[in-house]
């Protein structure tokens, strides 16, 4: 390992790919998980489409911006996998797998400037679900568009930093943090409101919105300091089984991610909406596009 000038701010994943390598079983669960990442997000655009006449036409906004996540994640999930397989390649001589010589490094950064279109959506996506009872709809709208944008901004000038600078990773992780905490403040509060005067079911689904809202989002900021986690340290991961568990461990909690704030939230955002419709006396297997 004495290669480390000449990869400069490339992420972790080059480091141990220039060092000991990844097994069979890393490089692979990797490949796959990936690949799971985006054949999920076009099975679930599909879902969006066909299910869009279940509910009143004013809550059909919702699906067409999950529309626009799947398939602004698809693509990306796509290219990132792509990158990964040219990334790397195997070493017959010693049976793992290591940076090829001559391609593009791997590099995270096609999730961030993702990240960029699909958080302000699905930000937005629940304020066309849920009525504001105190809040004014323009101001929680430009405070989710501003906060999400900002905390990926300075997230993805951080993730540059995870191998060469701590400091600067941590400074830039923090200052994200501040922007990711607004987020969670706004996102508790539209619930809250929202939650105000519905069906019963709507109310019990908007906690589980909730819920799984706060769960998946908060895995973003884990992968970001995977190399920090496996082992738990201040130095990033690099050698040895650790750092291919905190390679895999990454891409692994960021398509479990992917798939719970993206698709899981669409879906019970969906069954919100159709609670509501029912509720207002639309009954899709009864009148069909006739409301
Ligand atoms: C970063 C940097 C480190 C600190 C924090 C982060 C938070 C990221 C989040 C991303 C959410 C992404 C979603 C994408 C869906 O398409 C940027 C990793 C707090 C919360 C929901």
Redo the contacts with the bound molecule.
């Keep these: 390992m004495n290669t480390s000038n000449s990869l400069g701010n490339a992420t972790f994943e080059n480091y141990v790919g220039i060092g000991d390598g990844l097994s069979e079983m890393s490089f692979q669960m990797v490949a796959h998980v990936l690949t799971v990442g985006y054949a999920v997000m076009f099975a679930a655009l599909l879902y969006f489409i066909l299910t869009i006449k279940t509910v009143q036409p004013k809550y059909r906004t919702t699906a067409i911006l999950s529309v626009v ?1 799947m398939v602004s ?1 698809g693509l990306l999930l796509f290219i990132q996998a792509q990158n990964w397989v040219n990334a790397f390649t195997f070493d017959v001589e010693q049976g793992r797998y290591f940076l090829a010589d001559g391609s593009a490094l791997f590099n995270n950064g096609y ?2 400037l ?2 960029l ?3 302000p ?2 930000l937005f996506q629940i304020l066309f679900v849920v009525t504001l009872t105190k809040s004014s709809f323009s101001k929680v709208r430009n405070r989710f568009w501003f906060s999400g944008s900002m ?2 901004i ?3 000038i ?2 540059y930093f995870e191998v060469t600078s701590f400091a600067l990773f941590a400074f ?3 200052v ?2 501040v ?2 905490i607004d ?1 969670l403040i706004t996102m508790r509060k539209v619930i809250k409101e929202g939650s105000e005067g519905v069906p019963a079911d709507a109310k019990r689904y908007l906690g589980y919105i909730w819920t799984i809202f706060l769960f ?6 884990g ?3 995977m190399p920090y986690l496996i082992p738990i340290g201040l130095e990033p991961s690099l050698t040895g089984l650790a750092s291919e568990a905190a390679v895999v461990g990454r891409q692994l909690t960021y398509t479990i ?2 798939v719970t ?2 698709v899981v939230y669409g879906v019970l955002l969906t069954v919100v909406a159709q609670i509501m419709s029912n509720a207002d006396g639309y009954d899709y297997n009864k009148h069909g596009e006739k409301n």
């Design positions: 996540v994640a999730r961030y993702n990240w279109i699909d958080v959506m699905l905390m990926i300075t997230g993805y951080g993730q830039w992780g923090t994200s943090t922007f990711f987020i998946s989002w908060m895995l973003y900021p992968a970001y300091l991610a992917d704030s993206k």
